[in-house]
């Protein structure tokens, strides 16, 4: 009994230990095949090389897109200022032609005037040598044949006479003259009369044109286009004689408006359109500014406004089919309406006489023109414009000393 369970005892000690060895043989092949297979998955040293190389290439890809950026914006910078000179090259072309414009119309002017025998004065003969100079503006003021007294005393006063006109001319570039044309009679005692008084004076500019009331828009035309083909100035005035004028704030103001091309200067106004017929200012074309009461656009008042040079050659191209109201400033007014035109509403250029423009000049707030509303210009002005002189003048020191 003890023998065989020692026999029995020795055989599982035996199985015991095979079994053992090759479990161990077992797991070791296992391991084995394990390790080549995670020897099989990406190598770190691999994967580090290839992220190396693609950062490379991402950087070069950057940096390129950077260059071609700041290439980009250094062309879109040459653009810009290609654009810039491009519509530098344009105004400047633009400016000739308006200049070139300019020229074609004081050349039909002139020859217009030829043709028709105008009784222009001698400032025709003088066009051609004062054509190159560049004034500052025409002063042109509206009189008729009946208003020699009136012209007298603005001579007496704010415009200055002989030498001292030559020298205003000269030095200032300011030119000033009245304008009139000619009576339905060519040749008779009204024209004879204004020759005499030109021939005096030497301060008149003719036009192709039949005095009359209601030839106001028509004179106006005449004057413009007349005034730009005898003289290059910047801006273009027109003044009645019953009004008291200071050349040098005149100036002064323009002077402000130079760099601008197309500017209407004035004191703005919107009266009413006035359809009854009988009364003052009476517009036969009233219905074509809408339903009774109705006003009418703004427009400069007609005692003084200034017009810029590209304004004046407008209309003297353009006068044959600009239309005439029944009033000149309202003309004036719409013959801008739909241009690009900047409108400038200065009170200065319509004050009152004394003791308002008085009261302004001792304030220092000198005006440019002075009258009296209720007349429509200074009433009973060759009587009183000396007196307006007196005290609301800007005193003659300030237009030799003054600097445009």
Known sequence: MSFKSKGEQSTRSFVSKKWTFLLCLGCFCAGMLFTNRMGTVPESKGI????AVEAE????????????????KHVSKDIIGEVFKTQHAIQTFDKTISNLEMELAAARAAQESLLS??????DVSTAESSSKRKYLMVIGINTAFSSRTRRDSVRATWMPQGEK??????????IVRFVIGHSA?????????IEAEDKKH?????LDHVEGYLELSAKTKIYFATAVALWDADFYVKVDDDVHVNIATLGETLVRHRKKPRVYIGCMK???????KGVRYHEPEHWKFGEAGNKYFRHATGQLYAISKDMATYISINQHVLHKYANEDVSLGSWFIGLDVEHIDDRRLCCGTPPDCEWKAQAGNICVASFDWSCSGICRSANRIKEVHRRCGEGENALWSATF
């Open 48 to 51: 580090m090389q290839t992220t």
């Open 202 to 206: 030497g301060d008149f500019l003719r």
């Open 165 to 174: 006109r030559k020298k205003l001319e000269d030095e200032k570039g300011i």
């Open 57 to 72: 290439k991402l950087k070069l890809i950057s940096e390129g897109c950077n260059l071609k950026a700041k290439e980009e």
């Open 185 to 193: 009679t060519t040749g008779g005692i009204l024209d004879r009369a």
């Open 270 to 276: 919107s009266g009413p359109v006035l359809s009854q």
């Open 117 to 122: 025998g105008s009784p222009f004065s001698t």
